[in-house]
């Protein structure tokens, strides 16, 4: 029972995670402080997809699904939970690079809103006669 309830938290952060990635740049609008972890989240779902490394949550699930008798993650939690069962795997592809362009989109949004709210304004110094 308690290793089917860590499977479950593993795969419930990893959804909050990529959405976190997806959309935590709009976080950053509101919250400039925000911007940081979510590049470095950006980059990590970035290597991830493309280099073949080992994800912690993965680990920690599949690790929990061996304990509670459950067949592991094949190919990783996108592969097991996303593709082919939300959407056909030929739109792979194009997805993760519209996932990347909404993250991407949000944060560089974030992060002029955060410099031009830094920036103070100048003052016309013109003088009107």
């Known amino acids: 029972m308690g290793f089917r309830a860590l499977v479950v938290a593993a795969a419930t952060a990893h959804f909050a ?20 972890p979510h590049l470095a989240a950006v980059c990590w779902g970035l290597v991830g997809t493309l280099v073949p ?8 699930e ?7 008798g459950e067949p592991l993650l094949r190919g990783g939690f996108i592969d097991h939970y996303l593709t082919g069962v939300v959407y056909p795997e030929q739109l792979a592809g194009g997805l993760r690079f519209l996932a990347l362009s909404m ?15 830094r920036i103070p304004r100048r003052r016309d110094l013109s003088v009107t006669r």
């Open 62 to 68: 599949n690790w929990a699904r061996g304990r509670a």
């Open 103 to 117: 993250a991407l989109l949000s944060c560089t949004v974030a992060t002029l809103r955060w410099r031009r709210r």
């Open 17 to 36: 995670f990529m959405a976190y990635v997806i959309f935590g740049g709009f976080l950053g609008w509101r919250w400039p402080g925000a911007i940081g």
């Open 53 to 60: 490394l080992a994800c912690p949550l993965t680990a920690t």
